[in-house]
């Protein structure tokens, strides 16, 4: 049975997988437990978040629509960090035991009237959750990006190894001393990383809780940025583009053609 309120969230369960969602904060995933263990940092602005209508660092705040420049508020140092819709409330559209769908209406300081869905199903044997978000425009076209930004706890259990990260790209952004693309493709380089990374058949990165649990991120999407330099937490982040997209690889949002992306979280245990 689903259960919502203010204080703890929407709660969706299948099997041993039970799965909370804060529709007040962002419409973030606030807590993904299996087998009782939480695999998401806890915390008002982690679990994973919802990022749109860009991704990751758009430099200095600044995109182009056509001929005209916007000016977004830079607040990660000198740029514009995650979109806008992390911080909103979002309004359930329906909801069930296994699944939910919850959606965002963009607005200033997105220059663009539009929408943002978001769609999450757990399969009914409990091993898996996939999520899905659409962009659509109430007007005007306009570049936009979408993904998601897990933070997946470093140990599982207490006294367990930390998470080990397994994926194979064909390429990674290299980044500048401005911490954006600087447009060239190198070879893969060891981590730690704040990085994206190319993958031309989509994304599929596996973390491991050696001798606990293996989750694999899947996705459709060629872009991933994994970031791992924190001590508790490992991000695998499927986006739509990458950072700065907006500018270097824009995806136009149309009144016919809305931007979607999905990715597919699956989990199996390893005791």
Do not use: K
């Not at 001393?177 to 599929?204: K, S, Y």
Request: with cysteine; aromatic share 8%.
């Amino acid at each position: 049975m689903t259960t919502h309120d203010t204080e703890r969230g929407l709660r969706l369960s299948a099997a041993d997988a039970e799965l909370v969602l804060r529709p007040d904060q962002g419409g973030r995933i606030a807590s993904l437990r299996v087998g009782g263990a939480e695999l998401l940092r806890q915390g008002a602005r982690l679990g994973s978040f919802v990022m749109a209508p860009w991704c990751g660092r758009t430099g200095f705040g600044l995109f182009r629509n056509g001929d005209t420049i916007h000016q977004l508020p830079a607040d990660a140092g000198p740029h514009a960090l995650h979109g806008t819709v992390r911080d909103r409330r979002w309004r359930i559209a329906r909801a069930d035991a296994t699944g939910a769908a919850l959606f965002c209406d963009l607005t200033d300081p997105w220059p663009y009237p539009g929408r943002v869905t978001q769609t999450v199903q757990l399969a009914e044997d409990g091993a898996s959750v996939t999520l899905m978000l659409g962009v659509e425009t109430y007007g005007a076209s306009f570049p936009a990006q979408a993904g998601w930004h897990p933070w997946f706890t470093r140990v599982l259990t207490p006294g367990g190894r930390g998470a080990e990260l397994s994926f194979a790209a064909d390429w990674q952004e290299e980044r500048g001393e401005d911490h954006l693309p600087t447009g060239r493709r190198v070879a893969p380089l060891p981590g730690p990383w704040d990085d994206c990374f190319g993958m031309a058949d989509g994304v599929a990165v596996t973390l491991t809780w050696p001798g606990e649990l293996e989750l694999t991120v899947t996705s459709r999407s060629p872009w991933v940025v994994i970031y791992d330099e924190t001590a508790d937490a490992v991000c695998v982040e499927p986006q739509s583009g990458p950072p700065n997209g907006l500018n270097t690889h824009p995806r136009l949002v149309t009144p016919l053609e809305p931007l979607e992306i999905s990715t597919t979280w699956a989990w199996r245990r390893l005791s």
